[in-house]
């Protein structure tokens, strides 16, 4: 069974910065593409960015470009989102995920993940 534990969340004001992390069970995770989606209240969840097994390739999201980055570190288990220049609109629950066996053309598709974590949530001040 996978698990994905994330944490890094919190409250910041407007122009700061925070790390999200996203923890991961088993052996094989750096077999796996890993994406972080958000969903802020009353949306719907919305793709974010996605890293591929070695952290060579990334995708983000038009509205994060330029400000959040992910990494991974595959000897930890860990896949990170480092969020700068936060604006109020960032505000929302974060979520990582494990994508399951598609074509990195289908990365920002939510059905294309196949286990989730529980989310955490950030919160940016005006």
């Known amino acids: 069974q996978v698990q994905l534990v994330e944490s890094g969340g919190g409250l910041v004001q407007a122009g700061g910065s925070l790390r999200l992390s996203c923890a991961a069970s088993g052996r094989t995770f750096s077999s796996y593409v890993m994406g972080w989606f958000r969903q802020a209240p009353g949306k719907e969840r919305e793709f974010v960015a996605a890293?591929?097994?070695?952290?060579?390739?990334?995708s983000y999201a038009d509205s994060v470009k330029g400000r959040f980055t992910i990494s991974r570190d595959n000897a930890k288990n860990t896949v990170y989102l480092q969020m700068n220049s936060l604006k109020p609109e960032d505000t929302a629950v974060y979520y990582c995920?494990?994508?399951?066996?598609?074509?990195?053309?289908?990365?920002?598709?939510?059905?294309?993940?196949?286990?989730w974590g529980q989310g955490t949530q950030v919160t940016v001040s005006s």
């Open positions: 890293i591929n097994w070695s952290g060579g390739i990334t």
């Open positions: 995920a494990r994508f399951g066996y598609g074509s990195w053309s289908r990365v920002q598709n939510s059905s294309e993940y196949a286990y």
